[in-house]
């Protein structure tokens, strides 16, 4: 197996110029981490936010890429990497000792990789956490709070969508706020007429009104900033908002006139969700969202670019993130 690996770099935060492929060697893989030959990967909000250096996890080794798919060439030893090996997998590149999966090959810790099914492209396993794993997530808090009806914020996003259709597969109203009329047209194939587009004139009242209608007690967030107490305004009591992103890079704002004692506020961590599961309950997880893979998790991508595409791609996506979802082909032979 070769011992280099092209991988797309970062020199210096924020500065799309400094962006370029560089062939490197490929570090050792310590115990508890896999070796991938990569396959694909995806241009996510965590990509952005990690290479603009806003998000608490940095960049290991200027390496960018924080999600994809491939096959495992190798152990670092320990029960799981062990029984990884030479398996079809989906992944987040994440850990310590972790590389970026923008790159031929990617080191990452073996907790966050899961095989996956044969019938399942590598084009969609590149998706498999932020998009399927992280909207299995949400539905489980909408179940276990027995809600009736939920308000989501970047609702044009990709984890927007996949938990609109969800939803409307289980039955559960969606209140889906977007930024413009363009974002709601891009909706209104995922199966709900509640949109509300936060530019209008009076949609704050409008969507009040809708959550009063509907009985909305949870609602989640993927912005901040003063989107996160518009959101608390919303929910009925007694109703929780969950913030699992950042998109604004700004702190939660709420007007302490709103604050109610049968209302909460809380954060919602994907990755310390996913630490606390045992490895049997990731599979099942898993294999749960492979059997709505087509239907509900499909992801459609704008574009298709290589390595040397990436620089392009990263620009383009940070002056429009809706509908332009960008699949990176990283296996160059």
């Not at 241009?43 to 290479?51: G, I, S, T, V």
């Not at 959101?231 to 939660?252: A, F, K, M």
Request: charged share 20%; hydrophobic share 40%; with cysteine.
């Amino acid at each position: 197996m070769a011992n280099k690996t092209k991988t797309v770099v970062a020199d210096k935060l924020g500065n799309f110029n400094t962006l370029g492929v560089k062939e490197m060697n490929i570090p050792d893989v310590p115990e508890g981490y896999v070796l991938i030959r990569t396959e694909f990967a995806t241009l996510n909000p965590m990509d952005e936010l990690m290479f603009m250096g806003k998000y608490f996890y940095q960049l290991q080794n200027k390496t960018l890429g924080i999600e994809g798919s491939g096959t495992v060439v190798r152990s670092g030893g320990g029960a799981l990497p062990n029984s990884l090996l030479n398996k079809r997998v989906c992944f987040m590149a994440y850990g310590p000792n972790s590389t970026g999966a923008f790159s031929e090959f990617c080191v990452t810790d073996a907790r966050f990789v899961l095989p996956i099914k044969d019938n399942i492209p590598f084009e969609q396993a590149a998706t498999m956490f932020s998009n399927a794993l992280t909207t299995e997530l949400h539905i489980r808090k909408i179940k276990k709070g027995n809600h009736r009806a939920v308000i989501i914020n970047a609702a044009a996003s990709m984890t927007g969508k996949s938990l609109i259709k969800y939803c409307c597969y289980l039955g559960i109203p969606v209140i889906a706020i977007v930024r413009g009329e363009e974002d709601a047209v891009s909706l209104r194939t995922c199966g709900t007429e509640n949109i509300i587009v936060s530019s209008n004139e009076g949609w704050l009242d409008r969507a009040k009104d809708l959550s009063r209608h509907l009985g909305a007690t949870i609602a989640f967030d993927a912005i901040s900033g003063e989107h996160t107490g518009h959101l608390y305004e919303l929910i009925q009591e007694p109703g929780v908002v969950y913030v699992y992103g950042g998109l604004s890079t700004e702190p939660c704002t709420i007007n302490p006139m709103s604050f109610s004692p049968r209302k909460k506020l809380k954060g919602l961590s994907f990755m310390k969700w996913w630490c606390c599961l045992p490895t049997l309950k990731r599979i099942k997880l898993c294999e749960r969202v492979e059997k709505l893979m087509e239907d509900i998790f499909n992801t459609n991508y704008c574009a298709t670019v290589n390595l040397n595409g990436v620089k392009d791609a990263m620009a383009t996506y940070h002056t429009r993130k809706t509908d332009n979802k960008f699949l990176i082909r990283t296996r160059t032979n």
